[in-house]
């Protein structure tokens, strides 16, 4: 009964490490999941740019581009640095110039609008609303180009939509003084949340005619981004493209973009795999010292059955099998453990995160099959390894030495 309950301890060990594991690496892929998922809904799955800065044939290099198998559609954009300012309170932004027209086949801004839309960039602005110190001042002229503001910005500014903020550029005119900053009033037309702080916090957008009058960078672009079919083969897609296009133009996909974050994501998935292994591992020492146990008792039994003719395989055999038995026994309720509370979490999301910490309020959960394989495979291996001494000593036992006292 002692060693029956040694097994069954065994199994459970060797459950609880399975189930562990399923659902931790499940977890890590949904965040992994949803992280790419946030950033290609405000980034573009590849981009084009120039070594020389600005382009000047965009609007060439984006049909060049989309001629390319794989291509969905492209679009220009203009990338800078401005301070912006909203008479209560200051900050440092991202200014995108994007064109209304294709932006949205690109970049999925559109679905993270939570008020205005991107038509509403290419729409003068209007008196209604005002708020802030530069309410008075554009009222004499209403006509200012549109701005959408990520939500934690819009909040930092004090600032809605319809409000005014004055955007201020250290690439600004040459004056007798020296080169001073140029400053230009936009009317906020919308917000959107991406879910990402950063985003929401830095990103804020323009139409790319107004961009290049801030700017006064006449007829150009920082680069073009495109969408791809297939986000796993943009490595591929970009390739080609370099070989397309000519210098002094580059091309990078989202995977070199955000290539320290995934491989960080991807190496703590690892490092998470091998821990929670440690739980099978003690499982297996419980294995070996219950099938150590079974040897000592049954010494005995395996003596008459080595007298009896058993060969040296069959009785190692013996407690190979039942070692691996406990060890698929062990898996099959593991999986089904790990599959129970990954379906609960997915479905009730009964575990709530801090907004103000995670960028999520619950855990999101993606189950890989291959993830799955390998943890089943892994802990039926170590359960197997376990048994290969207890088993060896078995099956090396002296009938005549076993039954000499008896």
């Given at each position: 009964?002692f060693?029956?309950?040694?097994?069954l301890?065994?199994?459970?060990g060797?459950?609880?490490?399975?189930?562990a594991?399923?659902?931790?690496?499940?977890?890590?892929?949904?965040?992994?999941?949803?992280?790419?998922?946030?950033?290609?809904?405000?980034?573009?799955?590849?981009v084009?740019?120039?070594?020389?800065?600005?382009?000047a044939?965009?609007?060439?290099?984006?049909e060049?581009v989309q001629?390319e198998?794989?291509?969905?559609?492209?679009t220009?954009?203009?990338?800078t640095?401005?301070m912006?300012s909203?008479?209560?309170?200051?900050?440092?932004?991202?200014?995108?110039?994007i064109?209304p027209?294709t932006?949205?086949?690109?970049?999925r801004?559109?679905?993270?609008?939570?008020?205005g839309?991107?038509?509403d960039?290419?729409t003068a602005?209007?008196?209604?609303?005002t708020t802030?110190?530069?309410g008075?001042a554009?009222?004499?002229?209403?006509?200012?180009?549109g701005?959408i503001?990520?939500?934690?910005l819009a909040?930092?500014?004090?600032?809605?939509v319809?409000?005014w903020?004055?955007?201020?550029?250290?690439?600004g005119?040459?004056?007798?003084?020296?080169r001073?900053?140029?400053n230009?009033?936009?009317r906020?037309?919308?917000?959107f949340k991406?879910g990402?702080y950063e985003?929401?916090n830095t990103l804020a957008?323009?139409?790319l005619?107004?961009?290049?009058?801030?700017?006064?960078?006449?007829?150009?672009?920082?680069?073009?981004?495109?969408?791809?079919?297939?986000?796993y083969?943009?490595?591929?897609?970009s390739?080609?493209?370099?070989?397309?296009?000519?210098?002094p133009?580059?091309?990078r996909?989202?995977?070199?973009?955000?290539h320290?974050?995934?491989s960080?994501?991807?190496?703590?998935k690892v490092?998470m795999?091998i821990?929670?292994?440690?739980?099978?591992?003690v499982a297996?020492?419980?294995i070996?010292s219950?099938?150590i146990?079974l040897v000592?008792?049954?010494t005995r039994?395996?003596a008459i059955?080595?007298?009896?003719?058993?060969?040296?395989?069959?009785?190692?055999?013996?407690?190979?099998?039942?070692?691996?038995?406990?060890?698929i026994?062990?898996?099959?309720l593991?999986?089904l453990?790990?599959?129970g509370?990954?379906?609960l979490?997915?479905?009730?999301?009964?575990?709530?995160l801090?907004?103000?910490?995670?960028?999520?309020?619950t855990?999101p959960?993606h189950?890989?099959?291959?993830?799955?394989?390998v943890?089943?495979?892994?802990?039926?291996?170590?359960c197997?390894?376990?048994?290969?001494?207890?088993?060896f000593q078995a099956a090396?036992?002296?009938?005549?030495?076993a039954l000499?006292?008896?």
């Amino acid at each position: 009964a002692f060693i029956s309950l040694i097994t069954l301890i065994s199994m459970a060990g060797v459950a609880l490490g399975v189930t562990a594991l399923i659902v931790v690496l499940a977890v890590m892929n949904g965040f992994q999941e949803d992280l790419r998922e946030r950033i290609l809904g405000v980034t573009s799955h590849v981009v084009v740019g120039s070594y020389q800065g600005a382009i000047a044939n965009y609007r060439e290099v984006s049909e060049q581009v989309q001629e390319e198998a794989g291509v969905e559609a492209a679009t220009p954009f203009i990338y800078t640095q401005v301070m912006i300012s909203s008479g209560q309170a200051s900050s440092g932004a991202i200014l995108r110039g994007i064109d209304p027209a294709t932006a949205g086949a690109v970049i999925r801004l559109d679905s993270n609008l939570t008020a205005g839309t991107l038509d509403d960039l290419n729409t003068a602005a209007g008196t209604a609303g005002t708020t802030g110190t530069a309410g008075a001042a554009d009222a004499e002229d209403p006509a200012r180009p549109g701005l959408i503001l990520g939500v934690e910005l819009a909040n930092r500014l004090g600032v809605a939509v319809n409000g005014w903020v004055t955007l201020i550029t250290p690439g600004g005119r040459i004056t007798p003084l020296g080169r001073m900053p140029k400053n230009q009033m936009f009317r906020i037309v919308g917000l959107f949340k991406s879910g990402m702080y950063e985003y929401d916090n830095t990103l804020a957008y323009t139409s790319l005619q107004a961009a290049q009058k801030f700017l006064g960078s006449s007829d150009t672009a920082t680069g073009v981004e495109l969408r791809v079919t297939d986000i796993y083969s943009a490595s591929s897609i970009s390739e080609r493209l370099r070989q397309r296009l000519t210098f002094p133009l580059w091309v990078r996909d989202w995977v070199q973009m955000n290539h320290n974050l995934f491989s960080a994501l991807k190496l703590e998935k690892v490092v998470m795999f091998i821990i929670l292994t440690l739980i099978v591992l003690v499982a297996a020492f419980n294995i070996v010292s219950s099938l150590i146990m079974l040897v000592m008792e049954k010494t005995r039994d395996i003596a008459i059955l080595k007298a009896m003719g058993a060969t040296t395989a069959s009785i190692r055999k013996i407690f190979v099998l039942e070692g691996l038995m406990i060890g698929i026994v062990g898996t099959a309720l593991g999986l089904l453990g790990g599959f129970g509370l990954c379906t609960l979490l997915k479905n009730y999301q009964f575990i709530e995160l801090p907004r103000d910490v995670y960028y999520i309020s619950t855990l999101p959960v993606h189950l890989q099959p291959l993830d799955v394989v390998v943890i089943a495979i892994s802990a039926v291996t170590i359960c197997l390894i376990a048994t290969v001494y207890p088993s060896f000593q078995a099956a090396r036992l002296n009938p005549v030495e076993a039954l000499r006292y008896e």
